[in-house]
């Protein structure tokens, strides 16, 4: 009977994300300590010069894998979206789109300095010049919805509703900062004292409300709302038919 190998002799080759300092590099590894240096430092972080060192490559060697600083950063935003699982039967599409939202908030939550470059760089970009990974989870949403009877043209409304609702929904919760996580008292403990009592009543009124901000709470709130009105459109154009 062969023995497993421990933890220890299984470690090296656990992580095909993390080259060797002297293999071949890919475009996906580039990409996955992009990924970790923007999560451990901030998009300000990442220059090629650092991402060099991170690799223990030339910085010059990277452009082999990413052109410029934009490219770069538009391959984060690629590498990141790639996790979102992204299912194309229409079947189950309430229940899919309420899962994607909190696989997609959980991403949020992973990768926080990200966020904003997902929520900026697309708009900064002429659609059919974007990077694939970005267009592929435009493209599935499509296709998951179409799948489920919205018109095309309705499934892209639905599309941009549906991402603004979770962009706008994660950006707010990452805002949420707690000023003083070990004070009892909610008007402290998130800097509410500090706002004018005559000019900001109804902030200052809702410091017990704000204190127990729950982000997933908050997140299915929302969908429920969207999912009744996206059901009632699905519904009318069923009945058109």
């Known amino acids: 009977m062969t023995a497993k190998p421990t933890k220890q002799e299984a470690a090296p080759s656990a992580d095909r994300s993390k080259p060797s300092r ?26 090629m010069r650092r991402l060099g060192q991170e690799l223990g490559r030339d910085p010059m060697a990277l452009y082999r894998y990413t052109p410029n600083r934009a490219a770069l950063l538009d391959g984060v935003a690629e590498q990141v979206l790639d996790e979102l699982d992204i299912p194309t039967n229409g079947s189950e599409w309430p229940a ?13 939550l992973a990768h926080p300095h990200i966020v904003p470059l997902l929520v900026t760089r697309p708009p900064m970009t002429p659609l059919g010049l974007r990077p694939l990974g970005t267009l592929r989870l435009l493209e599935r949403l499509l296709e998951l919805l179409t799948n489920a009877g919205f018109p095309p043209a309705d499934a892209l409304h639905t599309y941009r509703t549906y991402f603004g609702f979770l962009f706008g929904s994660v950006l707010n919760e990452l805002q949420e900062v707690v000023d003083d996580t070990e004070e009892s008292e909610a008007l402290l403990r998130l800097g509410l004292h500090r706002l004018p009592a005559e000019e900001f009543p109804h902030l200052r009124g809702l410091a017990t409300e704000l204190v127990r901000f729950d982000g997933a709470a908050e997140l299915d709130l929302g969908l429920k709302a969207l999912l009744i009105g996206l059901q009632a459109q699905l519904d009318g154009h069923s009945r058109r038919r």
Request: charged share 30%.
């Open 22 to 47: 002297r293999g071949t590099l890919s475009r996906e590894q580039v990409l996955a300590a992009a990924v970790r240096l923007v999560d451990a430092e901030g998009l300000e972080g990442l220059t």
């Open 96 to 108: 899919e789109l309420f899962r994607i939202a909190h696989d997609f908030r959980a991403l949020a």
